[in-house]
């Protein structure tokens, strides 16, 4: 069974400043790792995912993401926070191997972005 | 390229009352699909998946259902709405496996 938990339900920071969202993940079997966008009244959309390759992510919008075994995490950052970035970003994990790939949601996290 | 769609996007609907809502995807065959519920201050819960047609597994009991008569076609339902069916109602598409799942726009669901 997988289980996936964001620590911070709201997260706060400057427009420039540095965005961290955190990730820690639980499998009993080699993990592939996501991370979406949903913006408000929208559906989610994929920033970036983790399938076994090169454990550092890059995605869409300047967002990356490492994936570090030894500590199972997934920790999504982006240098420089842009007005634009404000919106909930969930973490989901599923099971490498799986018939029919199911995801299972961290319960989100809220990035505001002041000006 | 594959795309998504729901419909409608935003419903009120009094409690007792039935609910019917479609998803449909274009561009892809024999997709793996999806229909999570999101409700207020809470994460997304996956409520029904298919891998084919006729096939539907649920993943917690509750007041809905779920039907796939078309390869691209899955439809929600529900007989006689309750308050607590009120959320943001989001489908899913992937390719087999433990593949990236597209979302649709999704459909605000208001049961009064």
């Known amino acids: 069974a997988q289980s996936v938990t964001q620590l911070g339900s709201h997260v706060s920071v400057s427009e420039g400043a540095l965005v961290l969202l955190r990730c820690n993940y639980s499998s009993s079997v080699p993990p592939y790792l996501f991370w979406y966008v949903q913006y408000p009244n929208q559906g989610l959309q994929l920033l970036l995912k983790y399938t076994s390759a090169a454990t550092l992510v890059k995605g869409i919008n300047g967002f990356e993401a490492e994936f570090k075994k030894s500590e199972t995490s997934f920790h999504l950052t982006k240098p420089s926070a842009h007005m634009s970035d404000a919106a909930e970003y969930f973490c989901?994990?599923?099971?490498?191997?799986?018939?029919?790939?199911?995801?299972?949601f961290g319960q989100g996290t809220i990035l505001t972005v002041h000006p | 390229s594959q795309t998504i769609h729901q419909w409608p996007a935003t419903l009120v609907q009094p409690v007792g009352s039935p609910l019917s809502l479609e998803c449909t995807v274009e561009?892809?065959?024999?997709?793996?699909l999806y229909w999570y519920r999101q409700a207020a201050g809470r994460g997304l819960q996956l409520l029904f998946y298919s891998v084919g047609i006729g096939q539907i597994s649920s993943e917690v009991p509750q007041n809905l259902s779920a039907s796939r008569p078309q390869d691209r076609q899955f439809i929600l339902s529900s007989k006689k709405l309750l308050l607590s069916d009120s959320g943001f109602y989001l489908c899913?598409?992937?390719?087999?496996?433990?593949?990236?799942?597209?979302f649709g726009p999704g459909t605000r669901l208001t049961v009064l």
């Open positions: 561009g892809t065959s024999n997709p793996n």
């Open positions: 989901a994990v599923s099971a490498g191997g799986t018939s029919y790939g199911k995801l299972t």
């Open positions: 899913a598409w992937s390719h087999s496996g433990p593949d990236t799942q597209y």
